[in-house]
């Protein structure tokens, strides 16, 4: 069964500081895992997309890293703030259709001064 | 360029009524999809619709529940006789071309459904 499982569950980090998010998956075959952001009452906005051959991608403050060997991917926030607060969802696509989104529940980030 | 619209934000309805809930894509979209995301859960595919048809619709639950996306308006999911376990945030995403895994989905703020 294909599942997307992420660490941890919530955080709670000050202002400023970095931290560094979990996801394990056991989706196969894998195409490509993403990672969102989805502020409260919103819907998730894409952070980033990679592929089975790339092992890190940035986006402003925002780095992922992917690991296809181990199935595991990290989102690492530097330099955290008030508006980093917020879920983060690890989605791991099966290679064919859009159906094959597997979601994971998500961390749930709260950045404080 | 609106992004993707979905309304209403909130819906709250009795047992057994119905519930329709709307959504508008992201202008030159013509690719819609429908997920649910129940308490504590991640969000789960329900349906993915072109105009005029449905793609897949393999995490539609067999009884209640129909979507469709008609050549002009809005796309429309529908769920009749609703129970309490319908209760969620539904989903709506659009896209601009046919949607394999590797086309951006841009996702609309949701629906929030209360079965009472």
Redesign the interface.
């Known amino acids: 069964k294909n599942q997307?499982e992420q660490s941890p569950q919530s955080l709670i980090i000050l202002e400023g500081k970095n931290c560094t998010l979990q996801c394990n998956y056991t989706v196969s075959p894998f195409?490509?895992l993403r990672w969102y952001k989805q502020d409260t009452?919103?819907?998730?906005?894409?952070l980033t997309?990679m592929?089975f051959s790339e092992n890190t991608k940035s986006n402003g403050r925002y780095t992922a890293t992917l690991d296809a060997d181990t199935k595991q991917s990290s989102l690492h926030i530097t330099a955290s703030q008030l508006s980093d607060s917020a879920s983060y969802?690890c989605v791991v696509?099966?290679?064919?259709?859009?159906?094959?989104?597997?979601?994971?529940?998500?961390t749930r980030l709260q950045v404080t001064l | 360029n609106a992004g993707v619209m979905q309304n209403p934000r909130h819906l709250v309805r009795r047992r057994g009524q119905e519930a329709r809930l709307r959504c508008s894509p992201m202008k030159g979209h013509s690719h819609v999809y429908w997920y649910r995301q129940l308490p504590e859960e991640g969000l789960k595919f329900m349906v993915y619709l072109q105009k005029e048809n449905i793609i897949d619709e393999s995490g539609m639950p067999k009884e209640r529940f129909s979507a469709e996306f008609p050549k002009e308006g809005p796309s429309i999911l529908r769920i009749q006789q609703v129970v309490r376990g319908d209760s969620a945030a539904y989903f709506c995403a659009s896209s601009p071309v046919r949607g394999t895994s590797f086309i951006e989905q841009y996702f609309g703020p949701g629906t929030r459904l209360t079965v009472t």
């Open positions: 997307v195409s490509n009452g919103r819907g998730p906005v894409s997309i592929t969802i696509s099966n290679t064919g259709t859009a159906s094959k989104l597997t979601f994971g529940t998500g």
